[in-house]
């Protein structure tokens, strides 16, 4: 692959001038390489990179979320305490309630604001879809607007039908707008355990909601289209077929998020068809998608497996017995589609690796309580 960066012009003189190394001396030659490596690390240090530097919550929201708000509200969202702000989760607008940010601990109500009123619910409509609702018609027929960052707003109010089927959605009382936030290394932990000869296995992330699935399927994506020379991993061309822009965070279908350098995103598609335009088309090693649950689903997955890809793919559940009891999950297993099983939960708290199964044998190859166990018996 080749790499264009900002390396100091230095190494780049020498090696477009293809000096003759046996000219230069033994400190010449170290310099021109540590050079070259260094404009390399800089590379993979940039927005993008595999080392990107990860900014607060309390930022992400002064920059990306306060100035789409109506006017009246963004100074009493700035005077916020900082520790408030980087635990901000979600903005909840509701007309005729107070404004409402869901926090990691308890919901903060922001009772010096007063009630929401339609006016500002109308100014803050206005600058989320830039003064033109028809411009975004197809997102409200979805429920949410992406804005660029990644950042999702939902909508609810007045649904209008056409043949059975929401068409838009008009007289808007109520927003939610989730702050995206990638967690660069959330897999490092589970990584290991996900490669059998030196090849990354299919792999299914179960968790009951908010644990963490999406984020970890998303760094997964990361760092297997990056490649980890550590665990001897090459870099993999990476499908995703994002149906909710969650994994990749799309604006305008450019990913916000950093999900590698051979990474290729279909943003809005359906799971099925998704899977099937990315066989066709990108050629991928490896195709992941989120929330996988239907009949149609699984056989999608059941073809790329036949075409020789492996999967990324999340699912909701509470642990092995909860996946094998219900009929159409119990399918991923006795289809034997994943070579590996990740149970998140909350015991340490969000996105805690409660278990990896063998996906095959339905046996554990990791679980928390064992490996505390461990632990602490290592400490007598």
């Known amino acids: 692959m080749i790499l264009a960066t900002k390396a100091p012009k230095t190494s780049w003189i020498l ?4 000096i003759d190394c046996s000219r230069l001396t033994d400190l010449q030659r170290k310099l021109q390489v540590f050079l070259f490596l260094f404009g390399i690390k800089m590379l993979m240090e ?4 595999n080392s990107v530097a990860q900014r607060s919550r309390a930022k992400i929201l002064e920059q990306e979320i306060i100035p789409y708000l109506a006017l009246s509200l963004q100074e009493p969202m700035r005077s916020l305490p900082e520790k408030i702000k980087d635990s901000t989760l979600e903005i909840r607008l509701r007309v005729g309630r107070p404004v409402m940010l869901v926090c990691d601990a308890e919901d903060v109500v922001l009772t010096k604001i007063g009630m929401l009123s339609e006016d500002k619910m109308r100014q803050t409509i206005q600058f989320i879809t830039r003064s033109s609702v028809y411009a975004c018609e197809e997102e409200l027929r979805q429920g949410f607007i992406t804005l660029p960052g990644g950042h999702r707003v939902g909508l609810v109010g007045q649904a209008i039908l056409e043949r059975g089927s929401i068409r838009t959605i008009k007289h808007i009382s109520g927003l939610n707008i989730r702050l995206a936030k990638q967690i660069i290394g959330a897999a490092d932990f589970v ?9 990354f296995i299919s792999t299914l992330i179960v968790s009951p909601p908010g644990c963490g ?3 970890l399927l ?3 994506v990361r760092q297997l289209s990056y490649g980890v020379p ?3 991993l090459k870099g993999y061309k990476v499908g995703v077929v994002d149906e909710r822009s969650e994994i990749a965070a799309c604006f305008r279908g450019v990913p916000q998020n950093n999900v590698g350098p051979r990474t290729d995103v279909l943003d809005g598609a359906g799971k099925i068809e ?3 335009m990315l066989l066709r088309s990108m050629s991928p090693e490896i195709i992941a998608t989120d929330e996988v649950g239907s009949a149609g689903d699984i056989t999608a997955l059941e073809e790329a497996l036949v075409s020789g890809v492996e999967l990324i793919a999340t699912s909701h559940g509470d642990g092995i017995d909860d996946l094998v ?9 006795e289809r034997r589609l994943f070579g590996r099983i990740v149970f998140l939960g909350l015991s340490q708290g969000v996105g805690t690796i409660e278990s990896i199964y063998n996906g095959y044998s339905l046996q554990p190859v990791y679980t928390y309580k064992a490996d505390k166990a461990e632990q602490l018996e290592g400490k007598k």
């Open 218 to 220: 998303r760094d997964l």
């Open 274 to 276: 998704g899977i099937m």
């Open 191 to 199: 990584l290991p355990y996900l490669i059998l000869n030196k090849s």
């Open 213 to 215: 699935k999406t984020t």
């Open 325 to 333: 009891s219900r009929p159409l999950l119990a399918q991923l297993t």
């Open 46 to 49: 940039q927005p993008g990179g």
């Open 230 to 232: 550590s665990l001897c």
């Open 15 to 18: 090696w477009q001038r293809r």
